[in-house]
């Protein structure tokens, strides 16, 4: 079984902390999904495990051996970059195969690897076209197969900057799918967004400036996101209210602008310290609010509900929503399935039911996740 130990890892360029403290361990099951925004580490950290850059301090621990100090050359590990490594001049077959001719392999051995990482990611049609002829798709899939023939333990890839379109990006993150599952190695998938990975990912980390702010399932990141930041990162956009709290003898009481609960005692140790009439910040994904006409398919006795007004439908980042308001001055966004329902009229009143365990609750100032 292979591991990957990440140790404490610090990367300074000048004053410029690029990777603060990151510490992580993953097995070959693991395919990690390395999420966070422009500038926040990601690439830093990919060159350090594949050797191309040194960290300050720390250690990164492959299948038990520490090899920091080794070069990229003599670590079992494969880094796809946005930049390649691959030449455009040369043919598709060629440029898998350089890797397999500087270890001297025979004629027919590199044949045949190379015709098998071809027909795998379906590049065998184009195997003689030189890659100066070939879409961004193609050649990302090409830069998969030269790290497919590399006989690695650890397996990086860092998605390219270059805007791939929905269908090229699916078929990509297949072929990184299909060199994860036939290597059985540790994969770690490097992206600016994390929505279209996530589908791959056994584990995901949120890493912002520099420092690793979360790792864990998918599912675990989605429902108890660690903070307000990754709770914004993976839902955009996420409602956020600010909301007084209340202690009274039966619980908590939660007070936003058109919305309002109760948090059990089981809160106290929590909300305590937060004093008897605080504030915290709630944040609400649009798909945990359900509409009337969805009721009867759901349990809404436990829910909260609340009454809303139809502002307008919208399409944000590729799905359809539905903009409400709430209270005085309140506007909340609600995932739509059916932008067809004869309710969806502007001004029209609608019920709306929050299930209290889909609300997260952050602490104001350390914006840290509360939790009972
Ligand atoms: N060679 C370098 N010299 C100086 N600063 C660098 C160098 N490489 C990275 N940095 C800095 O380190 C920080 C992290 O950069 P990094 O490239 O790892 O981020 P990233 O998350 O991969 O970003 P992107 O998604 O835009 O590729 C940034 O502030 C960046 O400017």
Redesign the pocket.
Known sequence: MNTLDVKDVVKY??E?I?LNHASFTLTNDDFLVLA?P???????LLRLLSGLEQPESGQIILNGVNITPDSPATRKVALVTQKYGLAAQMSVYDNIAQTLRFRRLSKKNIYQQVQSALELLELQHIQKTPLRHLSGGEIQRVAIGKAMVKDADLYLFDEP?IQLDPHTRHRVHQAIQMVHRLKLAISIY?T?NPTAALTIATRLAIIHQ?QIQQIGTPHELLHRPANLFIAHYLNQPLNQLTASLQATETGYVVQADGLSFTLSTAWHMTLAPLHKHAIVTLGIRPNAIHFAWAFSSIDVSTYIQLQAHVLRIELLMGKWTLQLSIGQQTTLVAELKDINHPSLLPGKSLNLAINPDDIYLFHPITETLLQP
């Open positions: 360029f000048g410029t690029a966070g422009s500038n926040s580490g990601k690439t830093t900057i490097a600016q520099g």
